[in-house]
């Protein structure tokens, strides 16, 4: 037995002296609060105090806990519920995941130091990794020196634009329940047999005798798929099986799943597989070249898709410019690496198969897996766990199949957890871009045409290769007026690791290569690099490159806004060796490329008076669970604290899309909105009120006054719907959009978000270290629905443009965990300027457009653009490490 | 056997003998792991012999001690780049309990221990059953993963000899991010100076080679006036360094980035 003090009570536990700590406390004590990111100390999300010291909880013995005293996120000491409040009133927490090792990391800081600088707060949180925030708002939170601005309650009508703790804030710093924290009794633990090679045949053994060993529960291969062994997010593309037969096309793919009884080791050592590597095309050149091995026999040269916008006439544009650059850019495959790997459980209730996982598409995974485990969509039911960040690889399947066969076959729950390899190895990735083309501006400045074409390796399977194919040749122009253009984009396979979907959906490679050549081309037309993009900014009114005439177009405000900082930052760099100025932009469609894109938002009002929101929006930190409900209450009419949220749980809540391309603030906002204001004309109806009634809340009844006149309706009298409510309203949005022609040519999107970037930083002439000092951020959202969540996912998605920009290159095989995958820590994020425009979208709710992935993509051709004004060095790949920049400031890239 | 925790140096001997792995921090030996370490293990951190600094003529440091507690603990200035990589090791969880033995014997070419223990002449004390070694850090040190340990042998203690404990000392570590981060390059640098004159210099460069390494050359070099010593050391002669390319940085690029870190150490201590 071992025995120590948890959270101040005394425990006793079974335990082998061996085991991790972090697996005595979340499955033997159940105490999951602890998160597990990563089993090797890379990130931090385990750490618990050990006798007042912070450590991974998965690099402890069990043994060395004997006799101490542990505390944990659960924990009530004097500095975790400070460090707790002020989390909340700064927005530290988003998803999440990290906050349990970020909040144990400041309490061991603060009780040495209760009042650090932020110099010694990043010293204790450096061993804490964040993917959402950006780092900004938990430093503040830690040393609590500044005011925070978080609003508690604001009253009826006022909650839209207030920033509003987030409404799932208290779960989040308590150690919220993700996809691996919930463990039915009995759950079979599952594990997948993955490829170890690229490109491989493979052949079974005694598939029996191993299920027949001790502990054994069973074992699964793609023969035991009832149904449509083949799923894409995209349907008619699907082509990616749950389970593979021979041959595996990349490394981590699934080719058998073991399930192993409760408590038994869960080792896969000997099982019987024979592998017979088959020369892998790795990259999209081999690919494409004649004669190359096809991944799917039917798509010739390997060509997914490709995508194309004509516009003009681009090549006679550029004949006649006067000035003309050119240039090419690569980038790499970049990893998601939330700090939550895929995790999830399934078990059957009834003659439904109930999955609870790590999710952003709650309905997209209903429909998938049902037809991959053969079942009618009404029989499985998707419960979305909390998400420890998602940015896009957490809308494709991942265990939800593989637990929902094992349930199926087996009657049983059945609970599955990747390992951190295991994430990064089987999961999408960015798509690595190789890109190229020109651009030309007139003697004034003016941009006459591009002309561009790009190749993105889109990896074994679809997954979102042909939005990515489509979404780079509208975005390329970026926000430029841009009157003759020819774009292309191939997505080709290789096989390489699946490509999909990542905050930005290849516009950020995109932007890398347009908003590089910008600097080069303002300079050979004489101009501030600033001024040259405000000249060429998009206005209200203009034609895209799509032929899409624009409103509330927010990029010129977003550039101007960026004026006084440019000029004293010119100032500051001319003072001192090395330092650099850039800046970039972005715009952004938000919802699908000219496809349907619905999202169905439903309110009811039960006779006791309570108000619930069926809040489908999947939350993964980016704030939904808060934003939609501040829209539904301003458009209902009663305070945001009135409303009970359920989640996008698919047996109680309609679908509200899934959460990606910057869609939900927007469609499913739109959807709240209309949905609030038809269940508040319902209950005016009731009380022959006008428009500017007021409604209040009491058990049983709600008041409606009018006026000098107050009517009070007894929600207990009137008749209950099938799903309980007195008074309900459900409504959905779709947004207006059109399909794009042969040129490319339509309305692919019905709203665009916008906004613009500035860096400061130097770069160490000797070293090519990069030193950022501070990013200036100017957004046009629209409507800024709550400014504290708007400004957490610009710090977030900036921290992850530093990323792109300077760290991070996943290579298959070799980077496979987060000591050699780098990922932005504590100290790599500087003080980011929030400037926030609200230039209303008519079409979005309140005037809201969307933000998330537009926040990334402006960062990283900023920072090379720094980079370039700071020593000339031309980086045309990312990313920038040191020692490519020390070889490109000598001209050698 | 499984997992064995002695109290006393007398009970771990014969666990190591018969093959035990040994654990202090951890840090090295769960990644990689399942949820538990599987076959014999002996956990050394409830050694008391085993732990702790004392100074007193030389510098001891109990091969359980852990980077916090080094870079806590109040040293001579010699000591300032063993402290500076103290706290500069992964983070600040792997700094709580890695231990200074652990990064010895785990022998990676990256350890960010080694340069600053080279810089101070450290020894090692490897004790087992049939009595007590001592060897210099580096013919302990054999390569990448592969030190100078018999069966049956631990580490037990870094031994400082007080001749070294003169002088100053600066550590540089070169990542591509600030924390968590495995350096490109690391050297440190640890100074004797007389009036305006460095007497005596000792240089080390780590992740350049399969082991970090004294670079006698550039340790000549730096013998003279202190003005300059810098620039000296840029141009010193680094050709004993063998670095690879891997996915951090090129051969060529860690060659200069190691003069110039030796030359930025130079600069802090001088």
Not at chain 1, 723 to 751: C, F, H, I, K, M
Request: glycine content about 12%; proline content about 7%; some cysteine.
């Amino acid at each position: 037995m071992i025995g120590f003090r948890l959270n101040g009570r005394a425990v006793q536990v079974a335990a082998p002296p061996g085991e991790r700590l972090s697996e005595v406390l979340r499955e033997r004590l159940g105490a999951r609060g602890t998160k597990v990111g990563c089993d090797a100390g890379d990130c931090g999300a385990c750490s618990v105090l050990l006798n007042g010291r912070s450590v991974c909880s998965c690099l402890v013995p069990a043994g060395q806990a004997d006799g101490a005293e542990i505390v944990t996120v659960e924990g009530e000491t004097p500095e975790l519920t400070r460090l707790r409040a002020a989390f909340l009133r700064h927005g530290a927490a988003q998803c999440g995941i990290c906050t349990p090792g970020m909040l144990i990391a400041g309490a061991e800081l603060l009780a040495r130091n209760p009042t650090p600088t932020e110099a010694e707060a990043m010293d204790a949180l450096g061993g804490v990794l964040c993917r959402c925030t950006g780092y900004r708002k938990i430093l503040a939170a830690v040393c609590d020196a500044a005011p925070a601005v978080a609003a508690d309650a604001p009253p009826a009508g006022q909650a839209v634009g207030a920033a509003l703790v987030r409404l799932d804030g208290a779960a989040k710093v308590a150690g919220d329940s993700f996809g691996a924290d919930h463990a039915p009794e009995g759950a079979l633990t599952v594990k997948a047999v993955r490829s170890p090679h690229p490109h491989a045949a493979f052949r079974f053994g005694d598939l029996a005798g191993f299920a027949a060993r001790p502990g054994v529960a069973g074992v699964f291969t793609a023969a035991d798929i009832p149904g449509r062994n083949a799923f894409s997010v995209i349907p008619p593309f699907a082509d990616q099986p749950a389970i593979a037969r021979s041959p595996a096309r990349f490394r981590g793919e699934c080719v058998a799943l073991v399930a192993f009884e409760p408590g038994a080791e869960a080792s896969l050592d000997g099982f019987p597989v024979d592998w017979a590597p088959l020369p892998p095309v790795l990259t999209p050149a081999e690919a494409e070249s004649e004669g190359a091995h096809l991944l799917h026999p039917d798509r010739k040269a390997n060509l997914l898709i490709e995508g194309r916008v004509q516009k003009g006439n681009a090549e006679a544009a550029l004949a006649a410019s006067a000035h003309v650059v050119e240039g090419s850019f690569t980038t790499s495959y970049v990893e998601h690496a939330y700090i939550e790997p895929e995790a999830g459980v399934a078990w059957i209730e009834g003659d439904t198969l109930v999955i609870r996982a790590c999710t952003q598409a709650p309905g997209m995974d209903r429909e998938d897996t049902a037809l991959v485990l053969g079942l009618p969509a009404e029989r499985v039911r998707i419960i979305p766990s909390a998400v420890g960040g998602g940015f896009g690889s957490k809308l494709d399947l991942s265990v939800q199949p593989l637990i929902g066969l094992v349930a199926l076959r087996t009657g049983r729950p059945a609970r599955m957890i990747y390992s951190r390899a295991e994430s990064m190895a089987s999961t999408t990735k960015r798509h690595p871009a190789e890109m190229t083309g020109r651009i030309g501006c007139d003697a004034r400045g003016r941009i006459t045409g591009i002309v561009f074409e790009g190749r993105f390796n889109t990896g074994a399977y679809s997954s979102w290769g042909p939005t990515v194919a489509n979404r780079v040749p509208v975005h390329v122009s970026g926000p430029y007026l841009t009157p003759n253009i020819t774009a292309r984009a191939r997505a080709v396979h290789t096989h390489g690791p699946v490509s999909g979907a990542f905050r930005g959906f290849g516009v950020p490679q995109g932007a890398l290569w347009q908003e590089t050549l910008y600097d080069r081309l303002a300079e050979k037309a004489g101009l501030d690099r600033l001024e040259f993009r405000i000249l060429n900014a998009l206005r209200d009114g203009q034609c895209s490159a799509t032929g899409q005439i624009l409103q509330a177009v927010g990029i010129g405000p977003c550039l101007e806004a960026l004026r006084p900082r440019w000029r004293a930052a010119l100032d500051w760099a001319a003072q001192g060796p090395g330092r650099g100025v850039g800046v970039a932009s972005c715009w952004y469609g938000c919802g699908n490329t000219a496809l349907p894109n619905p999202s169905t938002i439903r309110i009811g009002m039960t006779p006791g008076g309570e108000v619930v929101l069926h809040q489908g929006a999947t939350d993964i930190g980016q704030g939904s669970n808060t934003v939609i409900a501040q829209i539904a209450a301003d458009a209902l009419g009663l305070p945001v604290a009135a409303l009970r949220l359920l989640g996008g749980d698919t047996a109680i809540t309609p679908d509200a899309g899934k959460t990606s391309a910057s869609r939900q603030t927007f469609v499913s906002g739109r959807a709240a909105e209309k949905a609030g204001r038809a269940l508040r004309h319902a209950t005016l109806r009731l009380a022959n009120a006008g428009q500017g009634a007021r409604l209040d809340l009491a058990p049983g009844c709600i008041t409606v006054t009018d006026g000098p006149v107050r009517r009070r309706i007894d929600l207990t009298a009137l008749p209950v719907d099938a799903r309980g409510y007195a008074l309900s309203a459900e409504e959905t949005y779709d947004p207006p959009t059109t399909g794009l022609d042969a040129n490319g040519q339509g309305t692919p999107y019905a709203v665009y978000g916008y906004g613009a970037q500035l860096v400061e930083l130097s770069v160490d002439r000797a070293l090519g270290t990069v030193t950022l000092y501070h990013i200036t951020a100017a957004h046009d959202l629209g409507r800024a629905i709550n400014p504290q969540l708007v400004t957490g996912q610009i710090e977030g998605g900036i921290a992850q443009g530093i990323g792109l920009a300077l760290m991070e290159e996943y290579l298959s095989g070799r980077t496979e965990n987060l000591h050699d995958y780098l990922i932005p820590t504590a100290g790599d994020v500087p003080p980011i300027d929030s400037i926030l425009l609200e230039i209303p979208d008519p079409e979005g709710p309140f005037g809201a457009k969307g933000l998330g992935e537009h926040v990334l993509i402006p960062t990283a051709p900023a920072i090379l653009n720094a980079i370039r004004h700071a020593t000339g060095a031309v980086l045309t790949r990312t990313p920038a490490l040191p020692h490519r920049i020390l070889a490109a400031m000598e001209g050698q890239e | 056997m499984g997992y064995l925790r002695p109290a006393t140096l007398s009970e771990v001997f014969p666990a190591v003998a018969s093959g035990a792995r040994v654990l202090a921090g951890g840090t090295d030996l769960y990644p990689g792991q399942g949820s538990r370490l599987v076959g014999p293990v002996v956990d050394l951190t409830s050694v008391a012999a085993l732990r702790g600094i004392s100074l007193s003529g030389g510098l001891r440091l109990g091969a359980c001690t852990s980077w916090s507690e080094i870079a806590e603990a109040g040293l001579p200035p010699a000591c300032a780049a063993l402290q500076q990589a103290a706290r500069q090791v992964g983070g600040r969880q792997i700094q709580n309990v890695g231990t200074i033995g652990g990064n010895l014997c785990n022998a990676s070419p990256a350890a960010d221990g080694v340069p600053p223990l080279l810089a101070l002449d450290a020894e090692v004390e490897l004790l087992s059953a049939a009595g007590a070694r001592r060897l210099p850090l580096a013919r302990f040190l054999l390569g990448p993963r592969k030190v100078d340990l018999r069966a049956g042998e631990i580490l037990a203690a870094v031994l400082i000899p007080e001749t070294a404990l003169t002088g100053r000392s600066a550590f540089q570590k070169l990542g591509a991010r600030a924390y968590l981060v495995i350096s490109i390059a690391m050297a440190a640098v640890r100074l004797t100076v007389d009036g305006d004159r460095i007497t005596r210099a000792a240089v080390a460069v780590g992740a350049c080679g399969p082991v970090a390494s004294r670079l006698p050359a550039v340790e000549a070099a730096l013998l003279g006036p202190v003005a300059g010593a810098a620039d000296r050391a840029r141009q010193a002669d680094y050709a004993a360094l063998s670095p690879i390319d891997d996915v951090r940085a090129t051969a060529a690029y860690r060659r200069r980035a190691a003069r110039e870190l030796v030359a930025r150490a130079v600069e802090s201590c001088a």
